[in-house]
Each structure stands twice: as C-alpha cells, then as structure tokens.
C-alpha cells in the first residue's frame, strides 16, 4: 500500500487513433492563409446565395440619368456605365463567378478524371489511346480550344463552362493518371490484389480514396483559374450575355473607363482578384496539409 | 526515337479537330467575305472559289496533302499565303515569348530560391503573396495596368506596337507575370523539398559552403519539375499570348488565330494551329530531354 | 554564382528597359502622320467587302472618275466631264489627260475599260461584282474617252461611280499581282501604298511626287491597327499617334476636356435602327412596331450611353443622302401610349422577345440594347438581348432571321438611298435572297424598281424621298440614332482633315505643325 503511494504515478495518455479527415482539418487550419482563403470562399458564396434574398436593388435596374457615379450614400460602390447599381451587381456577379468556377471544374474533373482514371487504372492499350487523345487537347492552343467551342456553342454561361471545362481537363487527366499509377504501386494495393479483391472493389475502397487527394488540389487551384480564364473569354467577346452581372464581363465592359471612372473596373477586378486568391490559398493549404499526411506514411 | 515519331498521330489528330471544329463553328466564310454586298449566287461563287462545296473528308485530304508539300494555302479574305504570314507573326510571338520567358526564369527562380531559404519569414510571405497575386489576375487586366502606370501615367516605355526592344518590356511583363508567380511556387516548393533532404544535409554537415550546396546538390533534382512546369508554360504562351498581343498590339500568331477565327479563315486556323501544335509538342520533348539529363533518375521509359 | 546570372540578367532587363529613355521612341517623325484605328485590315481590294477605315487608305492611294466633296456634290476626279446621250443607255466620260499611274502606266480609256470590265466580272466571284453588272458593255471610244452602256437605263450610275468599288486600279498591276491585288493596290491618288504589305504590319502610305493634282503637304501616313480602344487612348495621349479615328464615347469626352486635343464629330450619315420580323406575330402588326417606337426614350440612351456622340434618326439615311426628308415629330417617348397600343393589338401584359445584336461592331451596340431592353421592360415587354459575332449575325440575317427583332447600322453608301433602300426596303431582296425581313409594300416596290432607271434627278430624288417616307409611316423600321463620326487629332495636325459621308477621311490636305 505505501509501496504504490511511493512510486510515481505517471499518466499515460493514450489518443485513440485519429481519423484522417481529423488530421487533415487539424493541419489545414494551422495554415493561416489556408484559413484566411477559406474565409474569402465563404464569404464568397454566402453572397452568392443570399443575393436574391439581400434587400439590394436589382442588379439590373438601369438608370441612364446617373451613369458611371462614384461611390455616394445611394451607391455604395458607384454606379456603372447603365446607371446600375455597382454594388449589387458585384453581389449577384459572386453567384454567377462562383457558379462559373464550380461548373467549369466540374466538367474539366469529370471529363478529365475519368479519362486519366481509366488510362492509369487499366493501362496498356487504353492507356495509350487516352493518353494520345489528351496530348492532343493539350497541344491545342488552352485559349482557342475555349474560343472554338464557345464560338459552336454560341455565347452564354453555359458555354462559357463549358468551354473552360474542356481546356482545363487535359490536366486533370495527367494528375488522375498519374495519381492513380502511384497509388497503384502501393503496398495495399497489391495486397488487395492478393486477397483476390475483384478489380472494382480495389478501384473502388482502396485507390480511388487515396488518389483523390491530387484531384481536389488541383480542382481547388482550378477554381481560382477558372474565374479568371472567364474574364479573359470576356475580354475576347465570348462571354456570357448581357444583362448577365459576371465580373469578367463587368470588368471587360467598364475598361474603357479606366482612365476617367476607375471604380467601375477597380472593383469587378478586386472581387475577381480576391475569390481567386482565396481559392488559390484554401487548394494550397489543403495541399500541404495533404502532403504532410503523405509524408507521415 | 519513339517519342519523336509518336508526335505524328498527335498532330495529325490536332489537325483533324481543328478542321471539323472550325466548319462546325456557325457562320458562312463565304458570308464573312461578302459582307453585305454580294447575292446568293455569288456567296455560292465564292464558296467554290474556296473549295468549300467539296465534301469535308476531300477538303482535309486536299490540306493534308497541300501541307505535306509545304504549301499552306491561302487566306481567304486577301490571298496572301499562309505560310509567309504564320512565319513573320510567330517570329514576334516568339520574340515576345522569350522575353516573357527570360523573366520568368530570373524572376520567378530567384524568386522561389530566395522564398525556400528565407522560408516563412517575411520575406517568405511577400514573394508569395505576390505569387498568389500573380495567379489571380486576369491578363488583360494586368496588362492595362501596367501601361497606365509605366507608360501614361509614367512615360518610361512606350505604349504599344513593336519596334524597339523597349517595346518588348511591358508585354513581356504581362504575358510573363502568371509564369513567373506559378514558377516561383514551384521552385519554393521543390527546393524546401530538396534542401530538407537527407544529401543536402549531408553536404552541410560536412561543411561544403552554401553556394556550393544550392547549386551542386539541391539545384538539379530540385529543378526538375520546375523545367517541366517551364516548359509547359512555354507552350502555353506560344498562343495564349492573344490577349496581351491585343492589349500592346503586338501582332503576334495568337492574334492572328483569334482573328482567323472570327473571319472563318480556315487556311489560316488550319495552318497557325497546325505550327503552335507543333512547337507545343517540339518544346514539350525538348522539356523532357532536359529533364532526363538533368536527373538521370527521371528518364521518361 | 547564381546570385551573379541573377544581377546580369537583372542588368540586362534594365538596360533594354532604360535604353527607352534615351531613344526618343514614341513621337512619331516630323513629316510622318501616324493614325491609330481600331479595326482589322484585311484587304484594299476595291472590290471585296471592305469598311470605312479601309476606303480611307483606297482613297488616299486610288481615285474614282468622279467622287463626292464634303458638301456631297458630284465633283469630277479622273473624268473631267460626262454626258448621257438621247438613247439613256449610253454614258459617255471625257477622261483626264496627263495622268499616270503610281507605277508608271498611263491613265487613259483601255484603263478605265480594264477596271469597269474587272468590276463587272461575275466570275471573279467578288462581293462588289454584283453592284456592276447592270453595266452591259464598255467601249473605248478615243484614248481619252469612254463609253458606257447599260442594259437599262441607270438612274444611279453616277451615284455608284463615287463608290469605293470604282477605285481605278493600274491595269498592269493587275495583270501583275491578279488576286493578290488586295495587298497591293496601285492607283493614281496622291499617295504610294508601300507593298509588301501583310495583314497586321502597319500600313505605310508614301506621298506620289509625280501626282496630277495638288501634292499633299504630309510626306509620309502610317496606319497603325491598334484593336484595343485603351491603346489607342494611351497612345494619343502620350503622343505616338497624332490621329485616332474611332474612340469609344467615354475616352472622347476625356480629349474634349483637353485642350491639347482636336475632337472632330463629322458625317453622322450611319443610321442605327430595330429591323422586325414582319413575317411573324407580334411583329407584322403596326401598332406593336409603333408600340416599341414609342417605348424607347431614344434622347436618354444618347445622352447617358452614347454620350451625346449621336443624334437621333429620322429616316433610314441621313440628311445630305439623296432621298432623305426630314421629320421633327418623329421620335416622342410616351410609354403611355406604347402600353395603350399594345394593349390594343391584343397584349396587355406585354410579350417575351429576342433582342439580337452584333457583339462589338457599332459603338455600344450591347450597351444600348440592353438600355432599350430595360425600356421595353418598363412597357412588358421582355426582350433578352443576344449578342452574336459579326459573322454569325451576318449569315443569320441573311439564311433565316427567325428573329422578332435585332439591331443594324448602315451608313450612307454613294450618299444615295437608293444603295441602302434597295437592300434594305425592296421585298424582292428578302430574306433569304437579302436582308429584308419580309416586309413588303407594293408602292415602295414600285417606286424603288422605277428609280432604278430614272436619268432625271429630280424625279428620281422624288421617288426615293416618297418611297422612305411610306417605308417611315409602317414603321418598317425603328430609327435610333445617327453616329457622328469621330475623329480625335493632336495638336501636332493643322491642314483640313475632309471626313465623307461615307465616314472615308481624305489625309491629301492635311498638314502638320
């Protein structure tokens, strides 16, 4: 009895095993800018799903006796060359950009993982065939390859997304491919295979979760790329349509003011500026935080 | 070997995807041409002028075998010749190109450097956050700036157009910004990868001097996938530049193509894309031919 | 060692970058006349479809036998006289004599007949060709005269003669560079055009020292093509170009406030107007179309959008085209009265519409839909304005305009109604022959295919004016606005700048200080 007293009592803690998702969110939010860009996103899409709900005027109500004003009581970014007003515009624009942004990665993701996917999953001839086909995009030129498909399809958001989605999929093909090769190698992998696994199953618990890590960085970093890839179409006169508030177009329209009403470009061009660098720091810190776990194995 | 015979199926592939996207994009060349002059007889005279009344597969066929014996054919608003034009426009793309290039080498490398070494310091933050700017940016909106503030506003360089190498800069600058902020990510990226590294901290434990660490030891592996990256944005330049060549009004083949396309200039669309694929794919294996030098480790099977 | 390549690539950088400062790179030579414009040349061809910017280059190289002044008079160029004999059929022109061309070849009759014979050349499949072939034959009477005879008797000959299209070319030219005379144009005019010419270089005009007539006081005209409205700001401002020929409204209203700076609004010959779709509901009635006439506050949009460069149309021309009449009550912005007609013709609560407009080809062709638009919808009407590119609107209006309603601007060619009118008005160039949205009248018909073959003037002015004035009264059309067009010069250029009506400029008088 004194004899236990006696001896120190030292406190073992014993964590119960961390689940992935933890480690990751754990990691991620040590990143300050990886934070901060979350914070923009969020910010971001807030706005675009409050918009219609915000007791602001409609982004479309024109008023040709007021155009192009600095900011004032009434406007409080301005108005633009219609008259509208400015801050609305930049609000509802966040919807459309971010839905721009999301379509565009969607397409470039679906149509580039399953590409790369099935090329580095069942290699060989397939393989090959995929392979040459996006060597193919890729060696076309990123912006005409938009130019001619949205030039087919027509002006419009859609097509916008569309024309976007397919430039950016070479890409995400590479990075799937190339994800998907490396896990493959792995231990587990081949140990499945030992088991017996039939190949779906395989694909399915134990390559396709570990090789999706690459995929969503890069999707995330697209994102950002995305919004600014649109502006750019905008600039070349294949944008979505008016009245549309997008802030590539909002930009491209007012640019001519640069010189004599500048807060009609200074401030499309910084909501496109800041969703994209907040996208660019969410997909880094994930990334890092990814890497780190990667390393850990 | 392989790989430089396997560019073949890829560019004939390009090729045919430019022929069909291009017919498929709405709008008659004919029409293009006409103007609002011109009856509907002679939108169908100027169709067969252009041999635009053949069936598709025969008009690819005819390209194909025109292309193979050097001639590019000619444009369909004037009947200048393609190939002359792709030459003197992708001169000065190139031109433009190197420049954005050289850039983005001594920019964005020392930039990533100076980052790795002075990793989450201040000066860490700012190269960085620079970088991020860099990449969030649209182009054109870059450009516009940089001639307001350097050439209105500042009268150091000239405003647009070519000529002189003072010309060069400000394009150069802006096609060169979102190269040089992604190379300087990657080149922090890599050599904190490579500096944490087991060799490098070998060399310095046996005291060879920093220089001789970074460009002995860390340099070449840490290098690599940023040559790779270099290459690619090299590519990438070759035609996306459309947008600061409108800007500076550098008549570069970006422009040209992006004209092409609104007039339906199938020659031209046909032929420009033809040599960007090209010299996409040229640089791309000259890329990889670097890199397996330079990391014997790397070499493409 | 890398910090080394780095400072020498550094040095490097600045050096091309300082090396600017001693250069005195941007002001443009002293006898040189640089002119920024802001649209793609493609060809000179006089005979391929061309626009404004590009006459201007044709006019300063090439010239018509007879041509319009500023005034929009018939003047005389390369044919000194003419005259129509008793059988109307046959024109006669006394040409000039001790003319030559740039290259050398004498200007004489087998001259004019190898250009009229080339213009009126169906098979060359050229897009003018078919403005010419109403000429049956041409003769070469002696070396100074030419005979020119037309299946019909033409009312608008001379009117066509003025035309960009009739540019006498060098015949040996064109035996010489055939197709590829668009890059290398060869004419009398007061200056040389510097071939080889690539599309995208910039277009050097020499002036001719051998010219017949008053020799220009500026040695040297380069146009530059500059496709960013930005840059051909910045460069005006900083003095690289001396000329800018097409701003948008905001970067004028900065050189209007600028003393340093010459605005010039000239011409306002090109008409903007809402073309319909008369062949389907809503728009075949006339008290809808007279509807969205009164729904648009025309006055608003050319004040707060167009920057008071415009003013408002009245007629499918403009004052100073043959044809045109006037009339003051014709625009009256009443939304009362347009929701009373619609509601008239059986839409109380408005429709739902497209609005298609070209993207980018006339001055704030989106912007101003899209202010009419937001009017409309003020009456219930809800028009989606649809912007298409050039040659995607082009082909559509021509195939199969299954619009209700778009959006064109025509400028005053030949300073004649009857160019545009016939294309514009003449039910037997609808769709998908021409541009008509099946409109038809059967008076304007009429007095359209008469004025065809009228010698008379006055006659013939009398049946364009009566026939643009029912075309007015259907409401054929909406008339919008007229665009001034706008030239913008530094200090640097005196001389008289002569702006046509067909928006050409002549560089000839102009000087520099």
């Known amino acids: 009895m004194n004899d236990t007293q006696a001896i120190p009592q030292v406190r073992l803690t014993v964590r119960a095993p961390v689940s992935f998702r933890r480690l990751l969110a754990s990691r991620f939010l040590r990143n300050r800018a990886g934070v901060a860009g979350l914070v923009i996103v969020s910010l971001f899409a807030l706005l675009g799903v409050l918009a219609p709900v915000l007791r602001l005027d409609l982004p479309d109500a024109q008023d040709l006796e007021h155009v192009t004003e600095p900011p004032s009581r009434e406007h409080w970014l301005g108005t633009d060359n219609l008259g509208r007003d400015l801050l609305s515009r930049v609000v509802h624009g966040a919807r459309i950009s971010l839905m721009i942004g999301v379509l565009a990665t969607s397409v470039g993701l679906g149509i580039g993982a399953t590409a790369g996917g099935l090329a580095g999953f069942h290699g060989g001839k397939i393989d090959e065939t995929v392979m040459r086909v996006v060597e193919i995009f890729m060696a076309f030129p990123g912006l005409l390859l938009a130019l001619l498909v949205v030039s087919i399809l027509g002006p419009g958001l859609y097509s916008v997304m569309l024309a976007v989605g397919i430039s950016t999929s070479p890409a995400f093909a590479r990075v799937m491919r190339a994800s998907i090769l490396q896990v493959k190698s792995e231990e587990f992998v081949e140990a499945a295979q030992a088991i017996g696994a039939p190949g779906l199953t395989i694909l399915r618990r134990h390559i396709l979760p570990n090789a999706m890590g690459p995929i969503i960085v890069h999707g995330s970093l697209l994102l950002g790329a995305s919004i600014v890839t649109a502006s750019s179409l905008s600039f070349l006169g294949l944008g979505p349509k008016p009245p549309t508030p997008e802030w590539g177009v909002m930009l491209n329209e007012a640019r001519n003011y640069l010189y004599i009403a500048p807060h009609t470009t200074i401030f499309p061009g910084l909501a496109i500026l800041l969703a994209a660098l907040g996208f660019n720091m969410a997909g880094d810190a994930l990334r890092d935080a990814l890497d780190v776990r990667l390393k850990m194995d | 070997m392989r790989r430089v015979i396997g560019i073949v199926p890829v560019l004939i592939g390009v090729t045919i995807v430019v022929f069909l996207s291009v017919r498929l994009v709405p709008g008659d060349p004919a029409v293009a041409i006409a103007g609002i002059a011109g009856t509907e007889e002679d939108l169908a005279r100027i169709r067969h002028r252009l041999g635009l009344d053949r069936p598709v597969y025969l008009q690819y066929a005819i390209w194909l075998a025109n292309v193979v014996r050097g001639d590019l054919g000619r444009s369909v608003v004037n009947d200048y010749p393609v190939l002359p034009q792709l030459v003197s426009r992708g001169q000065m793309t190139l031109k433009l190109s190197l420049m954005a290039m050289l850039i983005t080498a001594v920019v964005g490398v020392s930039l990533g450097i100076v980052a790795a070494y002075r990793s989450h310091t201040f000066w860490d933050y700012l190269a960085m956050a620079f970088a991020m700017t860099g990449i969030s940016m649209p182009v054109f909106w870059i450009g516009l700036l940089l001639m307001y503030a350097f050439a209105v506003r500042l009268g150091w360089l000239p405003v647009a157009g070519a000529g002189t190498p003072a010309h060069l800069v400000l394009p150069g600058l802006t096609l060169a910004l979102y190269s040089t902020a992604l190379v300087s990510r990657m080149t922090r990226a890599s050599m904190l990868d490579v500096l944490s590294k087991e060799y490098v901290r070998t060399a310095r434990a046996k005291g060879c001097s920093e220089p001789r660490v970074l460009i002995v030891h860390s340099f070449r592996s840490g290098l690599v996938p940023v040559i790779t990256v270099f290459g690619l944005q090299f590519g990438y330049m070759l035609a996306g530049a459309v947008v600061t060549e409108t800007v500076f009004a550098w008549p570069g083949l970006g422009r040209l193509l992006a004209d092409a396309i609104f007039l339906r200039d199938f020659p031209i669309i046909q032929g420009g894309v033809l040599v960007i694929a090209l010299s996409f794919v040229l640089v791309n294996l000259a890329t990889d031919v670097i890199v397996a030098a330079a990391d014997p480790r790397l070499r493409y099977e | 060692m890398a910090v080394r390549t780095v400072t020498i690539a550094l040095a490097v950088i600045l050096a091309i970058a300082g090396s600017s400062v001693q250069v005195g790179r941007g002001a443009p030579a002293r006898d040189t006349l640089v002119v920024a414009a802001g649209v793609q040349f493609t060809t000179f061809d006089p005979l391929a479809n061309a626009h404004p910017p590009a006459f201007s280059v044709e006019a300063a190289v090439m010239e018509t036998l007879v041509a319009r002044n500023v005034k929009g008079e018939l003047v005389p160029v390369l044919a000194e006289d003419w005259r129509v004999s008793s059988d109307p059929r046959v024109w006669t022109f006394r040409l000039r004599r001790g003319v030559r061309f740039q290259d050398g070849t004498p200007f004489n009759a087998e001259a004019v007949k190898a250009n009229l014979d080339r213009m009126r050349d169906k098979s060359l499949g050229q897009p003018k060709n078919s403005l010419w072939t109403f000429i049956e034959d041409v003769r070469v009477k002696s070396e100074y005269e030419v005979e020119v005879i037309t299946e019909q008797p033409s009312g608008a000959i001379l009117a066509l003669l003025t035309d960009s299209s009739a540019n006498i070319v060098s015949p ?4 010489r560079f055939g197709t590829q005379i668009a890059t290398n144009i060869v004419g009398t005019g007061p200056y040389v055009f510097q071939a080889p010419w690539a599309p995208g270089q910039d277009i050097v005009l020499v002036r001719n020292e051998q010219y017949w007539g008053p020799k220009p006081k500026v040695q040297r005209i380069v146009v530059k093509e500059i496709r960013e409205a930005l840059t051909r700001q910045a460069l005006l401002e900083r003095g690289e170009v001396d000329a800018v020929i097409d701003l948008p409204p905001e970067a004028v209203l900065r050189f209007q406030r600028d003393p340093n700076f010459v605005v010039r609004k000239d011409g306002g010959t090109r008409v903007a107007f809402l073309p319909f779709n008369h062949s389907r509901p809503p728009f075949n009635d006339l008290r809808v179309r007279k509807a969205i006439h009164h729904a648009i506050d025309v006055k608003a949009i050319i004040k707060g959008v167009l920057r008071d460069l415009s003013v408002p149309a009245d007629n499918l021309v403009a004052p100073g ?59 219930g009407i809800q028009a989606d304005v649809v912007p298409l590119e050039w040659t995607t609107f082009l082909t559509q209006v021509r195939v199969k305009p299954d619009w209700g309603m778009y959006y064109w601007s025509w400028p005053g060619y030949t300073a004649d109604a009857a160019y545009n009118a016939e294309l514009l008005l003449w039910s037997e160039n609808s769709s998908p022959k021409g541009f008509v949205p099946f409109y038809k009248n059967t008076e304007v018909d009429r007095l359209l295919s008469n004025a065809r073959y009228i010698t008379d003037q006055k006659v013939r002015t009398a049946m364009l004016e009566r026939a643009l004035k029912l075309a007015r009264n259907d409401y054929a059309y909406v008339y919008l606005w007229r665009f001034f067009q706008i030239t913008v010069l530094s200090k640097r250029v005196g001389g008289n700048l002569e702006v046509l009506a067909d928006e050409t400029i002549l560089f000839k008088n102009v000087e520099l200080r």
């Open chain 3, 172 to 175: 040996a030219a064109l035996k």
């Open chain 3, 321 to 379: 085209v043959v044809g045109y009449t006037p009339d003051p009550d014709y625009h009256e912005y009443s939304p009362d009265k347009a929701k009373a007609l619609l509601a008239e013709a059986g839409y109380p609560n408005g429709f739902t519409t497209q609005l298609v407009t070209p993207d980018g080809r006339y001055i704030k062709d989106k912007e101003t839909m899209v202010a009419i638009a937001g009017q409309l919808k003020r009456v």
